[in-house]
């Protein structure tokens, strides 16, 4: 069967190589001149590592098969990792329950109930009613004021800015969920992982499964219209060319469906304006020394303007990275926030305010670069009943499929849960 693949990113990606294992030949387009989406890589200059931080997770069990499957279980590496927390001017070291409660900012009863809500937002299921619940009142419930004044408030503020206060406390539950099974409990530290090479590596491979299996991929190809055909299957025009397959499917989101797609091929039930997005702004710096000896440090200071201090260097190593360290510094945002479509000058000397305040002896010699990248849609901003705003699709072909991450109601956006879903649709949808 020839199949259409519309979106390069790790969704259509993973998606193309099980289809493509099935013994069809697929098609990818990707607008992008790189695959990989939110996942794909950059050059740094001595050496090319991930656009954005990722990290895999013990409990990602459908990322990791896949991992597995496309022959690279041999280049998936673990590390014990260390968390610090930036909060009044200081940096304090939590990767350990002993660090944990000698932790200043929190009161005995407040380092108590912030360990309750921890274990307890993990072990919640019914994620529905927590999206009738704004995230300040649930964290005040559970953690009580201390815990939220010290701790949440800032880490909301600096995440979130004033949209905090619309948020639902799934927002907070599902990166509590994920992140919670990266300690190990056995040993009380945060086994983390990543491949050899980064994302790229992963591309690399799916891209030559996916040729070795008789696919093709094109990018920097954008889809102009998709269209049923006459009798069967679906006709996909791109370059003013026109070319027909028994089936396609959409990754890309909504409003790009909205775009490309003819009015007979797909029903979408509600406005997706009403859906709200995050942006990011991310600094990667590269560095001849270590800046912090954390894997994550998390801000919990408005006066800085980036949301964290990744020390990807901590968990990667620097063979990786031609023996230097690699600092990111993000910053989300709304998606229609000012900042967003400054400079990449303007930028890194606001990054660089924040550098001088957290880092006050940091030394000029001691930067080899920075590296400014910015996503304008990184994730869905999960208001109050967000299900509720999330536009309906209903395709109205039997060979058109939409299958993209605006459908993620309960999940955060990452690698391990585009995997599960792109495994859930082949094998609800046998071609």
Not at 103 to 131: C, D, H, M, V
Not at 154 to 174: C, D, H, Q, T
Not at 408 to 430: I, K, M, R
Request: proline content about 3%.
């Amino acid at each position: 069967m020839k199949i259409g693949i519309i979106g390069g990113g790790i969704m259509g990606l993973s998606l193309a190589y099980r289809l493509s294992q099935k013994g069809h030949k697929v098609t990818v387009f990707e607008s992008s001149q790189q695959l990989g989406g939110l996942a794909t890589y950059h050059d740094f200059g001595a050496f090319v590592w991930d656009r954005f931080y990722h990290v895999i997770l013990p409990s990602d069990k459908y990322l990791i098969q896949f991992i597995k499957d496309i022959g690279l279980a041999d280049q998936l590496r673990w590390r014990a990792t260390l968390t610090g927390c930036y909060i009044n001017k200081k940096l304090y070291s939590i990767s350990n329950t002993l660090e944990f409660f000698l932790f200043p900012p929190l009161t005995f009863i407040g380092k108590l109930r912030l360990a309750f809500t921890l274990l307890y937002g993990s072990r919640i299921n019914n994620w529905q009613r927590l999206e009738k619940i704004p995230v300040e009142d649930w964290l005040l419930r559970i953690s009580g004021k201390n815990a939220y004044e010290k701790l949440w408030k800032p880490l909301l503020l600096a995440k979130l800015g004033e949209n905090y206060k619309r948020v639902s406390a799934v927002f907070i539950w599902s990166y509590i969920k994920r992140l919670f099974s990266a300690r190990d409990s056995s040993l009380h530290k945060e086994q983390l992982g990543y491949i050899a090479g980064g994302y790229k590596t992963v591309f690399d491979r799916l891209a030559n499964l996916i040729h070795a299996a008789s696919g093709e991929i094109r990018t920097g190809v954008a889809v102009e219209y998709i269209a049923p055909h006459s009798e069967k299957g679906i006709w996909v025009e791109s370059n003013s060319k026109k070319e027909h397959f028994d089936k396609v499917i959409f990754t890309a989101p909504v409003n790009v469906l909205q775009q490309v797609a003819a009015k007979d091929l797909v029903q979408i039930a509600g406005d997706g304006a009403t859906v709200e997005y995050l942006g990011v702004i991310c600094m990667g710096l590269i560095t001849r020394k270590a800046l912090v000896p954390y894997y994550i440090v998390n801000v919990a200071d408005q006066q800085i303007p980036f949301t964290g201090v990744l020390g990807m260097s901590n968990l990667v190593s620097r063979q990786e990275t031609a023996g230097l360290h690699l600092t990111y510094f993000p910053k989300y945002v709304h998606s229609d926030d000012p900042l967003l479509k400054k400079s990449d000058e303007e930028l890194r000397n606001l990054f660089f305010q924040g550098l001088r305040l957290m880092f006050p002896d940091l030394q000029v010699e001691n930067i080899v670069s920075a590296h400014i990248n910015r996503a304008m849609k990184m994730q869905p901003l999960q208001v109050l009943n967000y299900s509720q705003l999330v536009p309906k699709v209903l395709t109205e072909h039997e060979d058109f499929y939409v299958l993209n991450t605006s459908q993620f109601l309960n999940d955060t956006l990452n690698n391990n849960t585009v995997v599960h879903h792109v495994d859930e649709f082949v094998s609800q949808f046998h071609f």
